[in-house]
């Protein structure tokens, strides 16, 4: 008999066979059922038989996952009976007709999550969602849907008052689905995701005219952004905005120059990740004027001497630091001291530290990490230092990511390292 007390998450992977969810069933019997507030189902085919019949009282969250699901497994779904539950993800590669059909056999007005990504929306089942009862719903995740502009036009004038958090990645909604976007009412609207959405300078133009009271988390990665983009992005009014994330979007150093003229005066993590800003672009974000800044991840950006210039940086806030595959020579190392008293978190992967600048990071005359690594038969990557003698400017630094080379086991590896 399982204890009630333990058992909170049930996870059913995979059900690619009517055995395979019958051998979950011996699990079910025992009881888990009557305590598990959350199932995850991922599957090539959907079986829905014994997931309705069976009672899960406690049942919050219900995520499902599958490449082929009958009319009849999203009508049963829709209509199950669990009176707590509050999010609900759907992942079944539905059709348009199939949408439309689960959402008017639906009604949960007490949903507070919902995630139909990775189905194929179109114009009806748009609609369909847009005139449903969502009081209560905050989050919207629309992700890889295959919407358009007109689709858009249908999700602004949804029944939606207390959303806050609205996603709609990997759609290629381009310029007029941003217009459109633009003229919705978001007044409780915290996050706006549009990564992969083809997004350039006209659409980023549309973007601004929006009302965002309360926006704090903007996610543009994946896009077509140039300086002209940055440009205007400038020009919003982004009163609360606490992270932008603009990752691999080949920004050049124009681009960033640009989006330092931006008055962001609570941000605190900025996302730069694998773009083409180089020195220069180092050096403005350098310059710039984030004094609430806490994350930073200028990685994989092409730079040569860009992590020295980044040593400069006066954030007494900063918690979190990521430069992975940025060229740093053992002066950037040396350069840390004194810098962010409150970092915690660095990341130095990709290129391969020396073993100089691995004894310079870790403030001792040497240490021998391919030594530790080797008495650890099952090492899994991650490795902890017992009383490791951080860099006295370093006192909050708890962990390191970084990469090197194990000659005893002849390979190089990412290595997360705790410091204990």
């Known amino acids: 008999m399982s204890s009630p007390g333990l058992v909170r998450i049930l996870e059913i992977l995979p059900i690619d066979s009517r055995q395979a969810l019958l051998a979950t069933s011996n699990t079910l019997r025992h009881g888990v059922h009557q305590f598990a507030t959350g199932i995850c189902i991922i599957g090539e085919h959907l079986d829905t038989k014994l997931l309705i019949k069976t009672p899960f009282p406690c049942l919050r969250r219900l995520s499902i996952t599958s490449s082929y699901a009958t009319s009849e497994d999203i009508v049963e779904v829709a209509q199950a009976k669990w009176p707590l539950l509050d999010s609900l993800k759907l992942a079944l590669d539905m059709s348009g007709e199939q949408l439309k059909l689960l959402l008017a056999s639906m009604d949960r007005p007490n949903l507070h999550s919902l995630n139909l990504s990775h189905n194929k929306w179109d114009i009806v089942s748009t609609s369909s969602l847009a005139h449903s009862n969502w009081t209560m719903l905050s989050h919207l995740a629309l992700c890889g849907a295959s919407l358009d502009a007109a689709a858009i036009a249908e999700v602004i004038g949804g029944n939606f008052p207390l959303l806050s958090v609205l996603k709609l990645d990997y759609n290629a909604l381009g310029s007029q689905a941003m217009a459109h976007l633009s003229q919705g009412s978001w007044p409780h609207l915290k996050c706006l995701s549009l990564r992969g959405n083809?997004?350039?300078?006209?659409?980023?133009?549309?973007?601004?005219?929006?009302?965002w009271p309360l926006l704090s988390v903007l996610r543009l990665d994946v896009n077509a952004l140039d300086s002209q983009a940055m440009a205007h992005l400038t020009q919003g009014s982004w009163p609360y905005l606490k992270y932008l994330s603009l990752r691999e979007n080949a920004l050049e150093a124009i681009a960033i120059n640009r989006l330092m003229r931006g008055n962001w005066p609570l941000l605190e993590h900025v996302?730069?990740?694998?773009?083409?800003?180089?020195?220069?672009?180092?050096?403005?974000?350098?310059?710039?004027?984030?004094?609430?800044?806490?994350?930073?991840d200028v990685g994989r950006n092409y730079c040569v001497f860009g992590a020295c210039i980044l040593s400069a940086g006066n954030w007494p806030l900063l918690?979190?630091?990521k430069v992975a595959d940025v060229f740093y020579p053992p002066a950037f190392i040396s350069s840390l001291k004194g810098s962010w008293p409150l970092l915690e978190k660095l990341d130095l992967s990709?290129?391969?530290?020396?073993?100089?600048?691995?004894?310079?990071l870790f403030g001792v005359d040497s240490i021998d990490l391919d030594e530790l690594i080797y008495k650890q038969p099952r090492f899994d990557g991650q490795l902890t230092i017992l009383k490791c003698p951080v860099h006295k400017h370093w006192p909050s630094l708890t962990s390191v990511t970084l990469a090197v080379h194990l000659p005893r086991r002849n390979k190089s590896i990412a290595l997360f390292v705790s410091c204990v």
């Open 319 to 321: 918690r979190e630091l």
């Open 271 to 296: 996302d730069l990740f694998c773009n083409h800003i180089g020195d220069e672009g180092i050096r403005a974000v350098v310059q710039g004027n984030w004094t609430n800044l806490q994350i930073l």
């Open 198 to 211: 083809d997004l350039d300078a006209n659409a980023i133009n549309h973007l601004i005219k929006g009302n």
């Open 350 to 360: 990709g290129k391969l530290l020396n073993d100089d600048m691995i004894s310079l």
